[in-house]
């Protein structure tokens, strides 16, 4: 009964600040400057909250299709505040050029946030939990399908090798993302159903909408949430994006506006996400549907997210558009990198504390070298030492897996099995050896 009231109460709290964000900024452009302020704050409260009714949903309708395809839309679904994000910013670009360079650091922020802070602290949880069971800490072993995130993710990382030459983003690109993802979505779809526990996944908000006896009340319930999340943020992701670039003008200096917009926006949008990783993290038996659930998410910002960019830049501006990103190449440069890192990580299918310390150390040496220098060759600089320790580390990787390496192997044989329908268990049932595993 507690527990009930509990999750109630939760939701008509989410609800009642995301209301109040719309009508607060109904009409933002007469209020006064001083009372912008509290209108940042109503809005960086409301993004947390919608996002926290995508994320309560979208974990509830994760029960009727396989693992990788519900995992991925849960990611997909997850990340829409960082689509509505970079779309403004986007869309705001087309019109004013002073907001082109921000275009870079949303996206670069929102993917290394999840591999250099989410990545290692699913590990931790997951350590911390074993400490206190008196287990052995060996890492998070993954199966066999879930080799089709990781030979993704590494391919979508490698394809900003050509955008960093290229110096651009163009609608071209747009259409060999989507293409990606698309393939990618497609892959996840033809692999089977999973019987995964309600009780045992989920908790709070999302077992409750999982409990609704009747399957069209439980449909509506969902689909409200969606829909009233969305409406949330068509209304206030505008004054979200101009008050956040006014309270960094304003409290730090028009010089801390684009690292405020890579990583204030970001780990407000995927707070919820995180939060709900960490909680299948805590059980440590769905470590490996947490991590994947990150892996996921860096996949859709690696390719769909993007995507949105140059489509949205050119509606806004009124031709096909080209988005110059020469300037930040750095930036791209380093989110490639350590996406490469995750996946070298990944590449024996284990993901270990080794991995867990090297991602997150570099990350918040990279996070913090901007805040502690003093001018930008200085961060530029530091910036692609980072990249190049990264890379380096990436290659050492691939030597120590040599002779382990079975991401690409796995990969083959699931598209064999599930995909091309050619293997003995492709309509069968899942042997107890392809289990996700935490050893």
């Known amino acids: 009964m507690r527990r009930s009231v509990l999750t109630q109460t939760s939701v008509i709290f989410a609800l009642a600040i995301a209301a109040m964000a719309i009508v607060i900024t109904y009409d933002v452009e007469t209020i006064p400057l001083g009372t912008l302020i509290f209108v940042a704050l109503v809005t960086f409260a409301a993004v947390v909250s919608a996002a926290m009714l995508i994320a309560w949903a979208g974990e509830a309708a994760q029960f009727s299709v396989s693992q990788g395809l519900a995992l991925a839309i849960v990611a997909l679904v997850q990340t829409l505040p960082e689509f509505f994000v970079e779309g403004q910013i986007a869309w705001l670009a087309g019109k004013d050029p002073e907001w082109l360079d921000l275009v870079i650091a949303n996206f670069t922020g929102a993917n290394r946030l999840l591999s250099g802070l989410g990545w290692p602290l699913i590990l931790f949880i997951v350590e911390l939990q074993r400490r206190r069971k008196g287990q052995p800490h060996t890492g998070i072993v993954l199966r066999r399908e879930h080799s089709i995130e990781v030979v993704f993710m590494l391919g979508a990382s490698f394809y900003y090798i050509l955008i960093i030459i290229k110096g651009t983003l163009t609608i071209l690109d747009s259409i060999v993302m989507t293409g990606v993802f698309l393939a990618y979505t497609a892959i996840l779809a033809k692999l089977p159903s999973e019987e995964e526990d309600p009780d045992e996944a989920l908790e709070g908000v999302p077992l409750s909408l999982v409990k609704i006896p009747a399957i069209r009340t439980r449909a509506a319930a969902v689909l409200g949430l969606f829909l009233f999340s969305g409406l949330v943020f068509v209304t206030i992701v505008d004054p979200f994006v101009k008050s956040m670039r006014l309270i960094a003008i304003l409290v730090f200096g028009s010089g801390s506006v684009f690292f405020f917009i890579q990583w204030v926006a970001p780990f407000l949008s995927e707070f919820p996400e995180k939060v709900t990783a960490f909680h299948w993290a805590r059980t440590v038996k769905l470590a490996p549907m947490a991590l994947l659930n990150f892996v996921s998410s860096s996949v859709n910002e690696l390719t769909i997210l993007v995507a949105i960019i140059p489509i949205v830049f050119s509606i806004s501006s009124n031709t096909i558009g080209t988005v110059p990103v ?102 069968g049932p899942r042997s107890s050896a392809s289990k996700a595993q935490v050893i």
């Open 326 to 427: 020469a300037a930040h190449s750095g930036e791209i440069l380093l989110t490639m990198a350590q996406s490469l890192y995750a996946c070298a990580s990944l590449l024996g299918l284990r993901y270990g504390l080794r991995n867990a310390l090297t991602l997150f150390s570099l990350w918040l040496i990279s996070t913090l070298i901007p805040i502690f220098s003093y001018n930008n060759s200085a961060v530029l600089v530091g910036r692609e030492v980072i990249s190049v320790v990264f890379l380096v580390l990436a290659g050492l990787e691939v030597f120590l897996h040599r002779g382990k390496i079975t991401v690409f192997r796995e990969f083959r044989q699931t598209l064999k099995e599930y995909v091309k329908g050619r293997g003995p268990r492709a309509n």
